[in-house]
């Protein structure tokens, strides 16, 4: 298994950064794709992959300024993916990080969290 | 030409005898003027007339060739063409021989492709009448499950519906249902845009009327509730795991107590007062099925509103805020559309149906459309 994970980000999608050793997986910049399943397929792949070893740890840091719809749903899809690992008993939290401009982002950012029982925190950068 | 040897391509024996004829009265002209003056030229005719046919196989296309070019040996020779060597005239034989085996294999090929792509050109044609007959029979459908416009216009008589899908067929439905004095409304955005976005708004339709209509369910957020319920149920009743949904906005409305109520999915709503004051309605995370709203408990919210006379209500699916354009190919934006409707509000609904329209246009300019479209707006 590969122990790093790097997607250059661009204009429309989002820069991922995973590192299997330090178990962290950095997603950051806009993620404004048409198909967000090519963006998102190798992360989840990857992650289903990382989750095969036994006690796994791992922060997931999302500093998104900007997200589709279609990209919220490919967050969502891998925040359930770690809820359920989280369950199993791997170590898991999530950093999720806005611009102090964006309230709303905020609101939304901490409705979602809620519904998770992943530890989070919510960060302003 | 092609009006001479057109006819003469189509049937390969009449091809073959014409072609024959040419070649041999050709090499008697040729034998007849002597071997001075250069008749090369014309032997290509038959060659024409041989290679044009595509159903010409390989072979008898080597056959002519040589049948042509000893034509032109043979022509040369009884001419009396004398040569220093013999050697020369067989070389001189050999090059027309791979000159004219050059020219039909060229012209033949080209005649091929050339008749595949018409070929390929007129199964498109059909494919793309077939396609397009399907989708236009597929909107009359849609059309005929999305209830009668004309209670809602009875019910508010100063209001508009702007709607441009992407591509003929919808993702985005309005829906409504009046009983009394009340009125139920819903604008729906289904994933994707055509023909998946418009089987989907059908279901949506369908499950509207039971929810609304057959449970009598008033408040916006419990519809929002239900509906969810049943889009989850269906979709996982199926082999297919179907994370797709539908964003919508519900609005209940009651003119005897002018009391809104509103519950939606995604920021789709914005109620103005008499003064131009603007109200953004809040919206819940969760979407009508999808993947959240189907691993989770949903919950949505009520929101109230004391609507007076002289208040305009819009909803709005993202399509419009959505679009790409500009010099600078950037998306419109809300707050340009907040703008936007900000200085329409007081107009006619007709009036504002066109500014929307024609600002619409003018910003997308010669680009694509990103989404289906769909602006209600309503002077209560």
Redesign the interface.
Known sequence: MIDKLYLKGSEEVPEINFNATTGKLEISGRSIPENANIVFSPVLSWLNLFFEKPNTEITLVLKLEYIN?SST?KI??IL?LLEKQFEKGSKIKVEWFYKTIDLSMEK?IS??LG?FKIPSEIKVY | MKVLIGPLTKNIFFNTIFSLILAILLGIIDWYTGYEISFQFFYFIPLSIIAINDKQKKRYLIIWAFLIALCWFLADYYAGHSYSSTQLRIWNTASRFIVFISFVFLVNANVKSRNRIKLINTDLLRKDKLISDSVAYATNIQNSVIPDYKRFKEFFPKSFIFSKPKDVLSGDFFWSYTKDNKITMALADCTGHGIPGALLSVVGIILLNKVVIEKSIESPAEILTELNKELVDLFSTGNELIDDGMEMCVVFYDKNTEEMTIAQTTEGAIIFDDLGNFTTVNSDIFTIGGILSKHKKVRFSNHQFKIKKGATLYLFTDGYIDQFGSTANIKYGITKFENELKSLHKLTASEQLEILSNQHQQWKGNLNQTDDITVVGINV
Do not use: M, Q, V
């Open positions: 719809s749903k969502i899809e359930l939304k409705e979602l519904l």
